[in-house]
């Protein structure tokens, strides 16, 4: 009996995997991991000082789908004084990574900012992506103290999403011209991929306001914002996010081969509240009004379910509620 429970749990730790990434991908596999390993740093640089988030609209998205990814945005340095009202914040779940750059003797972590907003509504390169052309529409955005975050509707279709990933970070190069000599010179700029998996892989990318195609069928939350995709781009984008300042050109905090690491979030998936185990997200806030369980407070009266995120001082998954 013992064998066949130990042989059952470890089917769904390896299967209830619903988000990570490899440099870095969220994947489709959210599965909590509660003694995670120590991210070690690797002496590479991390995104410091003042940093804009710069988002690249692919597809149709109504304004109000758009309203839930910049009130996400502009609450992770939000100057809101604290107060009960408020609190848990994104902007509390965000300090968490400040104790990196101690750890690492850098002077100052990051602020971040929401920068220029880039619209292609008319699918300029299909509606079928390759990880190139991802890359290709990140480096319309600024590169220079910057990350660009490519966000694809829900009926664009990108290599490996719902099939391996539900988001994916990395760096590619830039290039500039030196004044009036024929030279150019080179540097990297961070990029991230979401994808909205509302219609597509819903039960993958957007659990737990989703039931997964595997695991226990426990039944769905009720999303904070009323929207499965954006909810669940959220979890994405804020997973990405925090591995994107703390590893942002692949030699700085993760754990396990650099092609495939476990992050300052990935090192604690499926973990968003105390008591979390698999297919279950953990002890939530409840909306008394509309039921949506969410742990995080934003700017403009916004709820946002937001994941676990690794605390190198305690060596632990860090959760708000």
């Known amino acids: 009996m013992a064998s066949f429970v130990t042989q059952n749990a470890l089917k769904i730790f390896l299967i209830l995997s619903l988000f990570q990434i490899s440099l870095a991908g969220r994947k489709l596999s959210e599965v909590v991991q509660e003694q995670p390993q120590l991210l070690i740093y690797h002496n590479g640089p991390l995104l410091s000082g003042r940093i804009t988030i710069n988002l690249i609209w692919y597809g149709k998205f109504k ?20 107060s009960q009202n408020n609190q848990p914040s994104v902007a509390q779940w965000w300090r968490t990574t400040e104790k990196y750059y101690h750890l690492s003797s850098k002077k100052s972590s990051t602020s971040l900012s929401l920068g220029k907003q880039i619209f292609d509504e008319n ?94 069928q426990n039944p769905p939350l009720i999303a904070p914002n009323n929207n499965v995709g954006l909810d669940g781009m959220v979890i994405n984008l804020a997973s990405l996010i925090a591995g994107t300042v703390t590893n942002p050109f692949g030699n700085g905090y993760f754990q396990g081969p650099a092609e495939a690491p476990l992050e300052a979030s990935s090192a604690c998936p499926g973990i968003y509240g105390k008591g979390a185990y698999p ?43």
């Open 63 to 82: 304004p109000t789908e758009r309203a839930i990814i910049t009130d996400f945005i502009t609450s992770l340095s939000s100057s809101t004084t604290p």
């Open 123 to 216: 699918y300029s390169l299909g509606k079928s992506l390759e990880n190139e052309q991802i890359v290709e529409l990140a480096s319309k955005g600024k590169h220079k103290n910057a990350i660009n975050v490519v966000l694809t509707a829900s009926d664009v279709a990108v290599e490996g999403f719902c099939m391996s990933r539900c988001g994916t970070h990395g760096s590619a190069l830039s290039s500039r011209n030196i004044g009036h000599i024929n030279a150019k010179t080179y540097s990297k700029f961070a990029y991230i991929w979401v994808g909205n998996s509302q219609t597509q892989c819903p039960g993958q990318c957007a659990w737990p306001f989703h039931q997964p195609i595997y695991g226990p």
């Open 279 to 321: 297919g279950y997200a953990g002890n939530l806030l409840v909306d008394p009004t509309t039921g949506a369980s969410y742990n995080a407070r934003g700017d403009n009266g916004r709820k946002y379910l937001l994941p676990a995120l690794y605390d190198p001082a305690t060596s632990s998954c860090s959760t708000l509620v």
